[in-house]
């Protein structure tokens, strides 16, 4: 071996050396900062399965001498409010709106990407530019369209105001460019119309992204309270966001019972991320290694 190529293979060993304490440091800040955001939602399990009067017990009993677990979500589920009602409005709109959602903006994402027409780049930065436009302003237009074609007040309502989303399209149109325009025009070759293409090859190389984007997007329509809020005003129409609320209200004073309730709504989100973090994962590491 050149005298000069193991010249820097030390230094190069000497340099991570040095570094290392550093990289400590930084995942001891990281490790404790991670531990500061998971304490309240341990403590929210824990008071869910507290007594009352244990709740706001100093020193704090992360694992309750005595429980009420049983109890507590019972009175949740099986209470006036209608949990179980609330938890299939919001299964069904928070499925549908994603599906259809992941639908269109994969569409789109393709047109961006794979198919070239006049006009599409200068097309795609004026969709962007709409991104700048808060979701708070077209509340008033959005409701007066609804109070129009006769679907205020309906979960319909809900899935068009979720069902398109530009920061979606933006998100697969960047997953999507990273593909090889070759595989595209390889199969154009051989007689493959748009739709083929865009099934057997495009979806399934774009996975990860597409499972990264249906987590978001099944989080963000399931925590959200300002569309079911201003667009629903029937009792047995409401999401769980709003169940929630009405929860709380009635039941202001019992925290073990609020906590409960609380964990019951967050539930399926923690389902659904460990379902697809291996997507996930594989999204975020595409592309970190080239060989």
Not at 164 to 177: D, E, G, P, V
Request: overall charge positive; some cysteine; charged content about 15%.
């Amino acid at each position: 071996m050149h005298k000069s190529q193991i010249t820097s293979i030390f230094n190069k060993k000497h340099y991570q050396t040095e570094i290392e304490p550093s990289k400590l440091i930084v995942t001891c800040v990281l490790a404790i900062f991670g531990i500061c955001m998971i304490i309240p939602f341990i403590w929210m399990i824990s008071a869910s399965m507290k007594y009352e009067v244990d709740v706001f017990k100093f020193p704090i009993e992360w694992i309750p001498e005595r429980t009420r677990v049983i109890q507590n979500y019972r009175d949740v589920w099986a209470g006036e409010a209608p949990f179980a009602l609330y938890y299939l409005n919001s299964i069904k709109v928070t499925v549908i709106s994603t599906f259809i959602a992941l639908l269109i903006a994969s569409l789109a994402a393709y047109g961006f990407s794979k198919i070239r027409f006049v006009g599409r780049d200068k097309l795609f930065l004026l969709f962007i530019a709409t991104m700048v436009i808060p979701d708070q302003i077209t509340i008033l237009p959005r409701f007066m369209y609804f109070k129009w074609l006769g679907i205020y007040d309906s979960h319909l309502c809900l899935i068009f105001s979720v069902m398109f989303s530009i920061t979606a399209i933006f998100f697969l149109r960047q997953a999507m460019n990273s593909i090889p325009m070759e595989l595209s025009e390889s199969a154009r070759m051989d007689g493959a119309g748009h739709l083929v293409i865009y099934l057997k090859i495009i979806l399934p190389l774009a996975r990860p992204s597409l499972a990264t984007l249906a987590i978001l997007k099944f989080i963000w329509t399931w925590n959200d309270y300002q569309n079911p809020l201003i667009f629903l005003t029937s009792p047995k129409l409401f999401t769980i966001q709003l169940g929630v609320k009405m929860f709380s209200d009635r039941y202001g004073s019992f925290y073990s019972l609020i906590m409960a309730a609380a964990v019951s709504a967050i539930l399926p989100l923690f389902i659904v991320f460990f379902i697809g973090q291996k997507n996930v994962i594989e999204g975020i590491t595409a592309g970190s290694v080239k060989g």
